[in-house]
């Protein structure tokens, strides 16, 4: 999903705590990789052309320096619902695409939202919807051509891969930890837009 974060980690050297509640670091290469790997890829690159036409007036998947990426088509007014998203999958394992909608419990999400990067200045946020994944909303005003972005720590509870942010944003918090660290951050930025599951604490 997410590519602008960089990890230490050898994701060879992480299947010890595979089962725990991490992020390891293909899950924010994957989709990079993926944009570089060319003739294998054409699957890919048609899902992305019909999602492209579907979406055409609001939403365009492309690529930047990082990899996937959303852009904005149109204004999105603050509240705005941007897109949807339905899980695919989910699994009591974190995967290299999943987001996590509760305790131990991650779901593979659909395109395009799939491809929404992280920033830890997001400028879209997440309530939970009925297909067991998040609508995404403008929580400020958002202009065509503008990327989307979504703060990956209002999702997930714990994020162990000491990975390195690269969103460049003026409150980046360097290494992600998830909500269990920085959940008040998350509240104080976003309101009420994080994961339900997180609300019980
Ligand atoms: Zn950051």
Redesign the pocket.
């Known amino acids: 999903m997410s590519s602008?974060?960089q990890s230490d980690d050898d994701p060879s050297s992480t299947s010890n705590n595979s089962h725990e509640n991490h992020i390891d670091s293909e899950h924010f290469h994957h989709d990079s990789n993926n944009t570089r790997s060319s003739s294998s890829n054409s699957s890919m690159e048609k899902q992305i052309q019909e999602i492209n036409q579907q979406y055409q007036s609001r939403i365009q998947i492309s690529t930047n320096d990082l990899g996937y990426a959303l852009y904005a088509q149109k204004h999105f007014a603050q509240g705005e619902l941007v897109m949807k998203s339905r899980a695919l999958s989910i699994s009591k394992i974190r995967d290299a695409h999943s987001v996590q909608t509760h305790w131990n419990q991650h779901a593979t999400i659909d395109l395009p939202a799939r491809f929404i990067n992280?920033?830890?200045?997001a400028n879209v946020g997440i309530l939970d919807n009925s297909l067991g994944a998040f609508d995404f909303y403008a929580i400020q005003p958002i202009e065509p051509g503008q990327e989307l972005l979504w703060d990956y720590t209002a999702s997930e509870w714990e994020i162990r891969s000491f990975s390195q942010?690269?969103?460049?944003?003026v409150?980046?918090?360097?290494v992600?930890k998830g909500f269990k660290e920085d959940g008040e951050s998350v509240r104080k930025w976003y309101g009420k837009y994080y994961a339900d599951y997180l609300k019980e604490l």
């Open positions: 602008l974060i992280h920033s830890c200045q942010c690269l969103c460049k944003s409150r980046c918090r360097q992600l």
